[in-house]
């Protein structure tokens, strides 16, 4: 009974569309569907109003959906799955000879993944720390030093002697005196 009743509703609905088939003005429609007819109705003036662009808020929110979708979720994955499946660290008995490591004083597994390969071991920090301190104290012992030479060479009025050691000069005459030699008997 109910197939009979659909058919019934579609012979009704084919009616009509047979009826709107044979309208002249639908078949002058169809025939110059390619004609681009001016259509403006008279109502109020014919003005082209012009909207601000809306290029950066589309853009901000293209870019927005992107970062949250690269930046946000994942991010939100990885803190999910650390605490829930990994979790914080236990305390646990450890043999006396072994000496932890420095992310190993990190209780939580983020924390301790960027303390193991995202920052540098505090120990090593400390002792660049200590070498500048070295080297900023052997400059200021340098800088005393010359200021105590600049200091006794003004008080006794000496000259600036320390910058060299005194050279004697018999050698450099008997230097002199085989180079000589050598060229005379190379000759041109």
Known sequence: MAIWSSLARSAQVSAQFSGLLKNPVLLQASKNALVQARSM?????KMFTITPSRFQWHKFKDMFHYYIMVGLIPVVG?????NVFVGPAQLTEVPADYEP???EYHKHP?????????LNNPQEDY???????????EKAQMLALEQKIRD?????????SYYYRPAIGKYHRV???AAEHLE????D
């Open 41 to 45: 109705s008279g109502h109020g003036p």
């Open 78 to 82: 990885i803190i999910f799955y650390a």
């Open 101 to 103: 490591k420095h992310w």
């Open 110 to 118: 983020i924390t301790r993944f960027i303390a193991r390969y995202m």
């Open 127 to 137: 002792e660049k720390m200590l070498h500048h301190l070295y080297e900023e104290n």
């Open 152 to 160: 006794k060479m003004a008080e006794r009025n000496d000259y600036q």
């Open 175 to 177: 230097a002199k005196e």
């Open 184 to 187: 005379s008997i190379r000759g």
